[in-house]
């Protein structure tokens, strides 16, 4: 059973800074790319980052430049630095992996940012 547990949620001022992190159990992380995607009520799930299997990372032009994925294989953990924080990054955040022809999620971790 593939499980993703997110943490490093909160609240932060805008500018600020927060790390998140997606714990995966149970799949093959080293050997699977992984995402991050962010949803609040009134957006669709919005893709934000993309962490390829040997560390490769692509973003979206929303977080661009304020936003680092990143990867420890040895501890199965994904995690995403986020800088420069602004209130539109407030949402609900989740990590992604592609395992068994089909898509795991974590519950979520909530980003609000404060103006």
């Known amino acids: 059973q593939v499980q993703l547990v997110e943490s490093g949620g909160g609240w932060v001022q805008s500018g600020g800074s927060l790390r998140l992190s997606c714990a995966v159990s149970?799949?093959?992380?080293?050997?699977?790319?992984m995402d991050w995607y962010r949803q609040t009520p009134a957006r669709q799930r919005e893709w934000v980052a993309l962490s390829t299997k040997t560390g490769t990372a692509l973003y979206s032009d929303a977080v661009e430049g304020r936003f680092t994925i990143s990867r420890d294989n040895a501890k199965n953990i994904l995690y995403l630095q986020m800088d420069s924080l602004k209130p539109e990054d407030t949402a609900t955040y989740f990590c992604?992996?592609?395992?068994?022809?089909?898509?795991?999620w974590g519950q979520g971790t909530q980003v609000t940012v404060t103006s």
């Open positions: 149970g799949g093959d992380f080293s050997g699977s790319a």
């Open positions: 992604k992996i592609f395992q068994n022809m089909r898509d795991y």
